[in-house]
């Protein structure tokens, strides 16, 4: 059974610091990672999707990267901002991508202006 | 947002009574997801469809039934809801013009007294 971890549970720093947040997952067979935000009381809003055979995926201030045969993913933020405050999700997929995500329980991330 | 809307968004109900949570969509996806969110249990698939009348077991499905009748519309009910089953609930769908890209709907609030 597929698990997901993601450390550390909780995150506060100053803004203006770039950051790294961490994914793990113990199945290297995956179909695709995401990563995902959410603020409170809201759905998930979709950041970044890795598929298996990428090793990195950027967006404006954000970049994850992909390391299936160890396990692990990181979601790098640059410069952040206390807009960026939220919980941050990892989630893999596997069974050719349609059997529904595995999450990680977040990473609850606050920017101190 | 790929045209999600859940109803309804807020639902208060007592034990033993059925309920049943709507998932509509208005881009002809596919594959469409019901998960639930729990404070230290994270995100967890309930069931998922495939295609109209084509509908599987999640990691949680005991309690709760789905039916799938048209593409747009994936329904959920909880035959007789217990207090363990007051959670948020959110649908998902894949976009597979999006790289296979899920996405989710705003949440349904539901608490059973």
């Known amino acids: 059974k597929q698990e997901v971890t993601q450390i550390p549970a909780a995150l506060s720093v100053p803004e203006g610091e770039n950051l790294v947040l961490n994914c793990s997952f113990t199945d290297s067979a995956i179909y695709n990672l995401q990563w995902f935000r959410q603020d409170p009381g809201k759905g998930l809003t979709s950041l970044l999707l890795i598929q298996s055979s990428q090793r990195e995926q950027t967006s404006g201030r954000l970049n994850a990267s992909l390391d299936k045969s160890s396990g692990r993913s990181t979601l790098y933020i640059a410069a952040s901002q206390p807009g960026d405050s939220a919980t941050y999700l990892c989630a893999v997929s596997s069974g050719g991508g349609a059997d529904g995500l595995t999450f990680g329980k977040g990473t609850h991330l606050i920017i101190q202006p | 947002d790929a045209g999600i809307t859940q109803s309804p968004r807020h639902k208060v109900t007592e034990t033993g009574t059925p309920v049943t949570l709507r998932c509509h969509q208005t881009?002809?996806?596919?594959?469409m997801y019901w998960y639930r969110q729990d404070p230290g249990h994270g995100l967890r698939l309930i069931h998922y469809s495939y295609g109209v009348k084509d509908t599987d077991k999640g990691e949680v499905s005991d309690g709760y039934s789905v039916s799938r009748s048209k593409t747009e519309d994936f329904l959920l009910t909880l035959e007789s809801a217990t207090s363990s089953q007051t959670s948020v609930y959110f649908c998902a769908i894949i976009s597979t013009d999006r790289g296979n890209t899920i996405y989710f709907g705003e949440g349904s609030w539901l608490t059973v007294v």
């Open positions: 881009e002809n996806h596919r594959y």
